[in-house]
């Protein structure tokens, strides 16, 4: 069974920058497809970014230029650097991954992604 285990997150004032992580277990993460979703309080979840196992970097709109996705194969980890951090950034953040290896379906959808980290919450305020 995969496991997803999101850790890094916290309060922060407008500007700052977290770096979330996510330990995956129960599998590697080569050659699947990883990302970050979010939801805010009242808000549906919604795409923040991914890397497809081919290696292919998305963003959404709203976070590209501040936030940056990575990986490590060998530690099987997936990090989201934050910086710039505004208060529409707070949310519960979220890791996921895919049952298939090689697989990059429509990666902006909740429905690509079929494993999920309990999430890790993100305040950014003054």
């Known amino acids: 069974q995969v496991q997803l285990i999101e850790s890094g997150g916290g309060l922060m004032q407008p500007g700052g920058s977290l770096r979330l992580s996510c330990a995956a277990s129960?599998?590697?993460?080569?050659?699947?497809?990883v990302g970050w979703f979010r939801q805010a309080p009242g808000k549906e979840r919604e795409f923040v970014s991914a890397?497809?196992?081919?290696?292919?970097?998305y963003y959404a709109d709203s976070v590209k230029g501040r936030f940056t996705i990575s990986r490590d194969n060998i530690k099987n980890f997936v990090y989201l650097q934050m910086n710039s951090l505004k208060p529409e950034d707070t949310a519960v953040y979220y890791c996921?991954?895919?049952?298939?290896?090689?697989?990059?379906?429509?990666?902006?959808?909740?429905?690509?992604?079929?494993?999920w980290g309990q999430g890790t919450q993100v305040t950014v305020s003054s």
């Open positions: 996921v991954t895919t049952r298939r290896p090689y697989y990059s379906g429509v990666h902006y959808t909740t429905g690509m992604w079929d494993y």
């Open positions: 129960g599998r590697t993460i080569n050659s699947y497809s």
């Open positions: 890397i497809v196992w081919s290696g292919t970097i």
